[in-house]
């Protein structure tokens, strides 16, 4: 199983940015999806989820009306739209599945929106 990240910067407060994670190695469509992050110095916390070939969604509260998740069965990938960034969602992003018993995490990205 490999998740690869991509798409963190830096953005100004009020700015996007838009996250990918391409996976392989397991039934991308049959698997749940996740998106996590970690504040500087903080634990990780879920962000956002997305069930396998019906796509539901669920958002952190942090996050919601804000940030979007979907997924593209067809070319094994999951993303993370998020709108009027902030602040306080400055962190590591992580791509998460969990896969035959085992949770599996992409190498993270960075997103950094200064105060």
């Known amino acids: 199983v490999q998740l690869v990240e991509s798409g963190g910067g830096v953005v100004q407060p009020g700015g996007s940015l838009r996250l990918s994670c391409a996976a392989s190695?397991?039934?991308?469509?049959?698997?749940?999806m996740s998106w996590y992050r970690q504040p500087p110095g903080k634990g990780r916390d879920l962000v956002a989820s997305i069930s396998s070939i019906g796509g539901n969604t669920n958002y952190a509260d942090p996050v919601k009306g804000r940030f979007t998740i979907s997924r593209h069965n067809a070319n094994n990938t999951v993303s993370l739209q998020m709108d009027r960034l902030q602040p306080d969602d400055t962190a590591v992003y992580y791509c998460?599945?969990?896969?035959?018993?085992?949770?599996?995490w992409g190498q993270g990205t960075q997103v950094t929106v200064p105060s």
């Open positions: 190695g397991f039934p991308f469509s049959y698997n749940a």
């Open positions: 998460h599945t969990y896969y035959r018993s085992r949770d599996y």
